[in-house]
């Protein structure tokens, strides 16, 4: 079954990969099926989580590896990425039918894994994260999973020159990530001007494995945009505005009719800025952990020391106002105090001034979404943040704050996102479970 044919220079499949399929116990669905029977060189594959992206690449890379001397890379953003992929040609070829190799090797944590058979082919995982690596002799396939998430430059100036000695094909297979250039490789495959490129696009739900328990949770605890773009597998996310969900009618309560407990936790996040405001927004939570942004401070044109002046009297008047609500002592206004990760001279001075700051970095996106998560309506009706009347500027920032018309980044506009680059902050750190008590005012 397993032969290597050449022909005018070319390598010509030689191996029935439905036989391969058959007898390895894999049956594609429909839609990995479209796939499996496209001869495009390149196949671009946009599908919705756990639709059997890895499953089908490892598949299709096993009928490589079976045939005589050829080289392939599985690559993702990290070893951890790439080793599912691997994973499944280990178990298959390995465990199951237990191939001889010459030399193996299966260590995720330390970035080595691969595989070469006595008929001469190797198999090995890389990561984007390390670029030197990606040079090497030419090869015959790669696989490219979960590529929306690495840089469009590991295609361009990495991988794709690896395949032009052999005539190599590329598959890649990811969930997408907005309007980037994986989106760009992606309309070649429905244009007639790229005749070798093929893309293929199916949500999460077209996998009839999949359960449709799985689909509803996912889109019961997933914002809708993250719905549509994990499961959907739709390029959505970067158009108009960022919090689509928000709607004052739902989101915003009057200030006379808020009432925050004293003994519910009290939390402060700053977003530096001079031409900018600086922001300071005071955030409760109460007992159902539902997030309410019961002040803000939003002030531009001052230093950080004045700044800081400011939200050391504000709270003294908490701390007063709580004390008497509670008849005792409190020490601690605030569980914690968050700001922007990267701005170390504004943080040494808040702490000379006796506010402490912890941060924790988390990509925009991943913040975006904790955001949108708690947008969300829960079963009681409420939703999970609420926003004062009084905080007009945070209300207006959750009314503007956009993404770029061009769609070419991943990344909201940097205007009318200053309150909002503070929630991102606190949620980031919330989210963390990051609790200190010994965070307030030391002054
Ligand atoms: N043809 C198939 N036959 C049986 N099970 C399948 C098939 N295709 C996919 N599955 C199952 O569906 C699940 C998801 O598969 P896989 O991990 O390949 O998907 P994925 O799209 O790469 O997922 P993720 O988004 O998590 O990376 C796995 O449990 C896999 O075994
Ligand atoms: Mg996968």
């Known amino acids: 079954m397993v032969r290597g ?35 495009a060189r390149f196949k671009v594959v946009v599908a919705g989580r756990r639709w059997g992206k890895s499953l089908l690449a490892a598949k299709e ?41 010459v030399r193996k090797s299966y260590s995720p944590k330390s970035g080595s894994m691969y595989l070469e058979f006595p008929w001469g082919s190797v198999v090995e995982v890389k990561s984007a994260e390390h670029p030197d690596s990606l040079v090497g002799e030419g090869l015959d396939w790669l696989v490219f999973d979960e590529c929306a ?27 997408p990530r907005g309007y980037n250039w994986l989106y760009d490789l992606w309309k070649r495959g429905n244009s007639p001007d790229y005749p070798e490129w093929e893309s293929f696009h199916f949500p999460s739900w077209s996998n009839p494995h999949l359960h449709s328990d799985d689909i509803e949770e996912a889109k019961r605890s997933l914002s809708k945009e993250a719905f549509e773009q994990e499961y959907g597998a739709e390029f959505t996310f970067l158009s108009g505005q960022v919090y689509s969900d928000f709607d004052p009618s739902v989101h915003v309560i009057p200030d006379d009719k808020l009432n925050i407990d004293p003994e519910w936790r009290r939390f402060r996040s700053i977003d530096f800025g001079y031409e900018n405001p600086f922001v300071c927004l005071y955030i409760a939570v109460d007992p159902e952990d539902r997030v309410i942004i019961y002040d803000e401070y939003y002030q531009r044109h001052r230093t950080v020391e004045q700044h800081a002046e400011r939200l050391i009297e504000e709270e003294k008047k908490t701390r007063l106002m709580m004390q008497s609500a509670l008849g005792k002592n409190v020490k601690d206004v605030y569980e914690w105090t968050t700001c922007d990760p990267s701005a170390a001279s504004a943080r040494a001075t808040l ?70 680059d503070s929630l991102r902050y606190f949620l980031t750190q919330w989210r963390k479970g990051y609790i200190s008590q010994k ?3 030391w002054a």
């Not at 022909?7 to 499996?36: C, M, N, T």
């Not at 045939?67 to 599985?74: A, F, H, L, V």
Request: charged letters at 30%; glycine letters at 6%; hydrophobic letters at 35%.
């Open 61 to 101: 890379a096993e009928v490589m590896v079976l045939m005589p001397n050829t080289r392939g890379w599985i690559v993702s953003k990290t070893y951890d990425l790439g080793e599912k992929v691997f994973r499944e040609i280990y178990k298959t070829l390995i465990h199951k039918f237990k191939f001889e190799t």
């Open 351 to 420: 702490m000379e001034k006796g506010i402490v700051t912890i941060t924790s970095r988390s990509s925009i996106e991943q913040g975006l979404e904790l955001v949108r998560q708690q947008l969300k309506v829960r079963a009681d009706g409420k939703p999970g943040l609420l926003v004062s009347s009084r905080c007009v500027n945070t209300i207006r920032e959750f009314n503007l704050y956009s993404y770029p018309e061009s769609k070419w980044t991943e990344e909201p506009e940097k205007e009318n996102d200053h309150a909002m």
């Open 149 to 175: 998430s690495c840089k469009g430059i590991i295609w361009e100036q990495y991988l794709r020159p690896t395949l032009s000695d052999k005539n190599g094909w590329a598959l890649f297979i990811t969930t």
């Open 5 to 39: 044919k050449f022909h005018k220079g070319e390598r010509v499949l030689a191996i029935d990969k439905r036989k391969w399929f058959k007898i390895s116990g894999y049956e594609p669905h429909s839609g990995q099926l479209l796939l499996h029977n496209s001869k």
């Open 439 to 441: 965070i307030a005012v």
